[in-house]
């Protein structure tokens, strides 16, 4: 999936702050906590953000250790972050990943290995912000552009 217009995701209602999320056939969920306005029955959008992040951190780790011959079950991926602003306005204002490699990876494959992560995807369309267009059905006139 290299390049070009992607399949879609579509994102629908279930029930409060509850939404159903489907991608290529795939089924996924997102909520709000208890406190705020949820029933905390799945990760929040913000929550999902940051594991996509450190998701495709550890498929770039995985690749990279299979292309070694080096066993990935001890690979792991800690993903902790930081909020600023409000509820309402907040944004992520920092994402820390803590990567846990097989001990078997030699100490000088570690900066090729963190090249490899950097370059997944997800932390490259954060270096490279993606351009956002929202458009809103029967309203022509709040179209971008």
């Known amino acids: 999936m290299i390049g070009g217009h992607q399949p ?3 994102v629908r209602p279930l029930a409060g702050a509850a939404y159903a999320i489907t991608v290529r ?3 996924l969920s997102v ?3 208890l406190g705020s306005g949820g029933t905390d029955t799945a990760p929040t959008p913000v929550e999902l953000f940051v594991a996509s992040v450190a998701s495709s951190v550890a498929l770039g780790a995985g690749e990279f250790l299979r292309q070694r011959g080096i066993d990935q079950d001890e690979l792991k991926v800690h993903a902790s972050f930081r909020m600023t602003g409000t509820d309402r306005g907040g944004r992520v204002e920092s994402i820390h990943l803590r990567v846990t490699v097989p001990r078997e990876l ?3 494959h570690a900066p ?3 090249v490899a992560m950097a370059e997944c995807a997800v932390p490259q369309s954060l270096h ?3 351009e956002v267009d929202i458009e809103i059905n029967d309203y022509p006139s709040l179209a971008p552009g």
């Open 8 to 10: 879609g995701v579509e």
């Open 25 to 27: 056939g795939h089924g």
């Open 31 to 33: 909520d709000q906590p």
């Open 106 to 108: 030699p100490a000088r």
């Open 112 to 114: 090729e290995l963190r």
């Open 128 to 130: 490279e912000p993606p």
